[in-house]
C-alpha cells in the first residue's frame, strides 16, 4: 500500500474577544505545520512567513459580524492571549463554527496550554494515483486501535450529514416541518380541487351523460391539478432561492438550492397535488348525472 506521510490538523474553540464591544465569542482555531499542504485556501500559503511569527494569526473574513472588526494588523485576545491578524482568508462558515482562524501548529500549542503537539485532531493521508481509496481506508482500520476512526473523504462527509440530520434537534425540526409542509399543501390543494369540481359538478355530468368514460373524466382533474402544481412550484422556487441567498449572506453557511434538490421537490408537489386530484375525482366518477340535474 503506497502512501504519503500523514498531514496533522489541530482543532479547537477558543474565547475571542471582540476589540469594538469587549465580548467574548467561541471561535473554531485551526493549526497546521506552514510546510504541509492540507488546506486548499490559497490566501493561506500567501502568508506563510507571516504566520511563522509568535502570536500571529489569519481571520476569516467571512466570519460574524459579532467577532468584530476582520482587518490585517489589529490585535486583540484569542484564549486570553494577545494575538494580531496578519492576514486574511475566505472560508464558508459551518452550524458549529460562524468564526475561523488559521494558525501554525506552534503558534496553536501556544494558544492551547498543556496540549502538544502529539494531540492530533485529524490526521490527513494523500494516496498515491491510482490507488484505490477504499482499499486504504479498510487496511488503516485493522492497522490502527479502535480509538481511531478512519474514514474516506466521502464518508466523512455522509457521517456529518447523518449526525446533523438524524441526531440533532436541528434534523428532527426539519423533518417535522417537511412533512407538515406535504400533508398542508395536500389539504390546500384538495380544497381548492373539491370547490372547483363542486361548482362545476353539471358540466362534469353533462360530459358523462354525452358519454365521456370515467378514465377521460379523471384525466381532466388530474390535468387540472398538474396545471396547479406546475403554477404553486414557479413562485414557490423562486421564493427558496431568494430564503437560500438571504441566508447565505446572513450566515455565510454554504447553502445552496441544486437542480437535484429542485427536481425533487417538483417531483414532490407532483406526487402530492396528483394524489389529491384522485381523491376529488371520486366525486365526478360516482356522481349520477340524473340526480344532478
Known amino acids: 500500500m503506497a502512501l504519503l506521510l500523514a498531514r496533522p490538523l489541530y482543532l479547537a474553540f477558543r474565547s475571542w474577544r471582540n476589540v469594538e464591544t469587549t465580548r467574548i465569542r467561541a ?54 492571549r494577545q494575538v494580531e491578524i496578519v492576514g486574511l482568508f475566505s472560508l464558508n462558515n459551518t452550524i458549529r463554527a460562524d468564526g475561523t482562524a488559521i494558525v501554525s501548529d506552534q503558534n496553536f500549542i501556544r494558544l492551547n496550554p498543556g496540549r502538544s ?57 426539519i423533518g417535522v416541518a417537511v412533512i407538515m409542509a406535504f400533508l398542508v399543501a395536500t389539504v390546500i390543494v384538495y380544497q381548492v380541487l373539491s370547490s372547483d369540481v363542486n361548482e362545476r359538478l353539471h358540466e362534469y355530468a353533462t360530459l358523462k351523460a354525452i358519454g365521456y368514460t370515467n378514465l377521460r373524466l379523471l384525466t381532466v382533474v388530474i390535468q387540472e ?41 417538483f417531483a414532490l408537489t407532483i406526487v402530492t397535488c396528483s394524489a389529491s386530484g384522485f381523491v376529488v375525482a371520486r366525486k365526478v366518477l360516482v356522481a349520477d348525472p340524473a340526480d344532478v340535474f
Open 27 to 80: 471561535l473554531l482555531l485551526l493549526g497546521f505545520n506552514y510546510r504541509d499542504p492540507v488546506l486548499r485556501v490559497p490566501e493561506v500559503y500567501q502568508s506563510l512567513s507571516a504566520l511563522q511569527r509568535q502570536d500571529t494569526l489569519l481571520m476569516n473574513s467571512l466570519s460574524r459580524s459579532e467577532f468584530g472588526p476582520r482587518e490585517v494588523g489589529l490585535k486583540t485576545e484569542l484564549n486570553r
Open 117 to 173: 503537539l502529539d494531540d492530533i485532531s485529524l490526521g490527513l493521508i494523500t494516496v498515491e494515483p491510482g490507488v484505490k481509496v477504499d482499499e486504504v481506508v479498510q487496511n488503516l482500520r485493522q492497522i490502527m486501535p479502535a480509538t481511531i476512526k478512519v474514514f474516506s473523504r466521502q464518508e466523512a462527509m455522509s457521517r456529518d450529514r447523518e449526525y446533523w440530520v438524524k441526531s440533532t434537534s436541528l434534523g428532527y425540526i
Open 225 to 265: 391539478a398538474l396545471v396547479l402544481a406546475t403554477l404553486g412550484f414557479i413562485p414557490g422556487c423562486l421564493l427558496a432561492l431568494g430564503m437560500y441567498h438571504a441566508i447565505f449572506i446572513a450566515t455565510r453557511l454554504p447553502v445552496a438550492m441544486t437542480v437535484s434538490r429542485m427536481l425533487f421537490v
